[in-house]
């Protein structure tokens, strides 16, 4: 038996039957695409591979999704638009959040999400006004006119923190708090719980965070379980939502550590050493991502009957139930 499928046997009994990934991606054809898991770089990323992966995953468990278009550096912002949204309807529990940037014009913008039943948006540091993807806060790269648009329609936003300290740095805290107060409306989705491959910094800023009601959590490729009782232990369950980040975070192997104030991902390239004391394979980055949020939930539910509620909330019925008050289905 090999190691993954050992470590399908402690899963598989964990997982629902129906799952709902809140946080992966599609591509059209581009240079920039990442590759792994049978994608070679460049190539085109859609629905028809996702399924494939999933079902090797998850063993054939019923999928949903927010299927994220890929924020890459020099996109045809509308061409990937038009792309996550068709591959949307080729499966019938996709919903497309659509990548926007700063200097797109707000009354097509809301033409668009009018026709298309587009769930969300997704901004990203790569189209930071200020030209630094490192340390810009968020509105240097979402403008408040495209939140206006999200809080009228009631839209997901699908937010990676930039700067050091993410969640922790005193702007994005400013912007934060600013942006989900004045716009009550929009579900604010910190991607990888609000950046928080580290547990370092979502543990120093959970006493803001747990107070904004429409601020909910991924989890998508955080593979510290730290990470996962902090958050068990400050929010409701009912604001955690299942992500994997495929792609970019693939079926290849791999993990992200955390190190001091830092994390990296490790590969299976980096992993691939001759190391006679153990078994050096490496597993999916979603299986690592279970296995932390698996040891979490036991540890924090306290009994079995808590555990498979909150298991179905995270999995499938946070998401479900935002799908329900964003398009009233």
Known sequence: MSIKEEIWKELKNFLPNKIFDAHTHVSYGDSETP???????????????????DRTLYHGREMSYFLIGMPLRRI???KMANYTVEESRKYKNAYPVIVVKPGMEERELAEYVEKNEVVGFKPYRYYSITGDI???????????????IANYYGL???????KKKGALDEENKRDLLYLAEKYPNVKWQLAHCARSFNPYFLERAIGYLSKLENVYFDTSAVCESDVFDILLSEISVSRILFG??????????GKYVS???????????????????????????VYEELRALTRSLRRNCGSDKKLREATEKIFYLNARRLVADILGV
């Open 259 to 285: 190190y001091g104030h830092a994390w990296m991902f490790l590969s299976s390239e980096q992993c691939n050493l001759n190391l006679s004391h153990c078994n050096p394979v490496t597993l999916p980055v």
């Open 134 to 148: 490192d340390e810009c806060r968020i509105m240097d790269f979402l403008p408040e006119g495209i939140v206006r």
């Open 156 to 162: 997901l936003i699908v937010l990676h923190l930039s």
């Open 244 to 253: 994997s980040d495929n792609l970019p975070a693939h079926i290849q192997g």
């Open 76 to 78: 045809d912002i509308f």
């Open 35 to 53: 590759g792994g898991g049978g994608v070679k770089r460049g190539e085109t990323f859609g629905i028809k591979t996702l399924l494939e992966w």
